[in-house]
């Protein structure tokens, strides 16, 4: 079967640096995204990767190792805004979406 | 920027009531999913269609429906609401053949089935 597998939580301090990890066994891949939800709202688009290394995008970095199956998201000077659920998704060798349960990230002061 | 809109936040429904979401983006594109969401589940796909009048069935379809008359619009339909359908729906749409995949989602409307 195809698995994507996240931590369910995960507690950082503001200003800090933390890393989200994902790893997955999929049909294919075609790519690996991330997506920030915030409590109540939709999510929203934050990196894809397709190619192994690392994508910068800002205070936010995301990582790619297909031989591993495994991805991260890196958050550097974390603020408050940051608190969110992070969404891994792998796009399958069908185009199709398969989406982890999402990590709740909770920033503390 | 691209806006999906979803025509209700919450809805309270009694169980064997008819439900109608509906979904509207404004970006023109081809492609519209429906998505439920429940806590410590990723995201699964109910139905989704790549063009007017198209859909195909996701990973969850049993008790739903769906209509696609218009572009811009995509209506997902629960017949018959049971207890097991409360949830939050996510509608989603995005560019036909767009390599990334990306998906802009509306809000989400939260049902409750009592």
């Known amino acids: 079967g195809q698995n994507i597998d996240q931590p369910t939580e995960m507690t950082a301090t503001e200003g800090a640096i933390v890393q989200i990890n994902c790893t997955y066994q999929t049909s294919g891949f075609n790519g690996l995204f991330w997506y920030q939800q915030h409590a109540g709202e939709a999510p929203t688009f934050l990196s894809y990767n397709v190619l192994d290394g690392l994508e910068e995008k800002g205070r936010f970095s995301s990582f790619l190792s297909r031989s591993k199956g495994y991805s991260y998201l890196l958050l550097k000077e974390l603020q408050m805004k940051d608190s969110a659920s992070y969404l891994c998704a792998v796009l399958d060798s069908n185009y199709q979406l398969i989406w982890g349960a999402g990590t709740k990230l909770i920033i503390k002061p | 920027d691209v806006k999906v809109t979803q025509s209700s936040r919450y809805l309270v429904k009694r169980t064997g009531e008819k439900v109608f979401l509906e979904c509207v983006q404004d970006?023109?594109?081809?492609?519209m999913f429906w998505y439920r969401q429940d806590p410590g589940l990723g995201l699964r796909l109910i139905y989704f269609?790549?063009?007017?009048?198209?859909?195909e069935k996701g990973d969850i379809p049993e008790g739903y429906s769906v209509s696609r008359e218009k572009k811009e619009r995509f209506s997902l339909i629960l017949e018959s609401a049971s207890t097991n359908q409360t949830s939050m729906y996510l509608c989603?749409?995005?560019?036909?053949?767009?390599?990334?995949?990306?998906?802009?989602f509306g809000e989400g409307s939260r049902l409750t089935v009592l």
């Open positions: 970006m023109d594109h081809e492609n």
């Open positions: 989603a749409s995005s560019f036909a053949g767009g390599e990334t995949g990306e998906l802009f």
């Open positions: 269609s790549y063009d007017v009048k198209m859909k």
